[in-house]
């Protein structure tokens, strides 16, 4: 399940960066681009759900002994901000596609444009000390 929620990121990124460049240059391609990045978010959101439900880390396992929620960085990372921020882009994937199923490029393109600034903003990225340990890749 993580490493399917980690190589979808790349597809997700992917899709977003597609779906832009056709809503810059008005192709009619951008109604099934944002169609697979919608049906790829909403993937995502059902994985990630069950991770911070049942995961590893997840809600049902509870908060390891003294730790405070929003204390910890770790924990308010991956149960608080790095879901409501996913949410949060996932809403506007979702707002787009109805965008870009009536053909509005500018509209689509600047709901995926800040859905991508916060999908970067709220990823684990190996660099981080939230993501510390975690890989580019799964399995890598
Ligand atoms: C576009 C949406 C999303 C992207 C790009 C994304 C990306 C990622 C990445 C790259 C990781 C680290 C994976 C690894 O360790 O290799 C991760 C972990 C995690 N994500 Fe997401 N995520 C998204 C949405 C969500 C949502 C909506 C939720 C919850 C509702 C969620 C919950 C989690 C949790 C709990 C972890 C930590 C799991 C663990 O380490 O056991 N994610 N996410």
Known sequence: MLHLHSLLRWVILFLLLVTIFFALTKNKSIRSSSLWL???????????LYQVIAGRYGIIKGLPEGVELMKNKFYRFFWVEHPLMMIVAIVLITM????????NYKATGWLLFIALVIILAAVPWPFR???SGRTWFPGM
């Open 96 to 103: 787009a596609r109805g965008k870009a199923k009536a053909l």
């Open 129 to 131: 000390e939230v993501g």
């Open 38 to 48: 919608l049906i790829s978010a909403h993937t995502m959101l059902v994985i990630g």
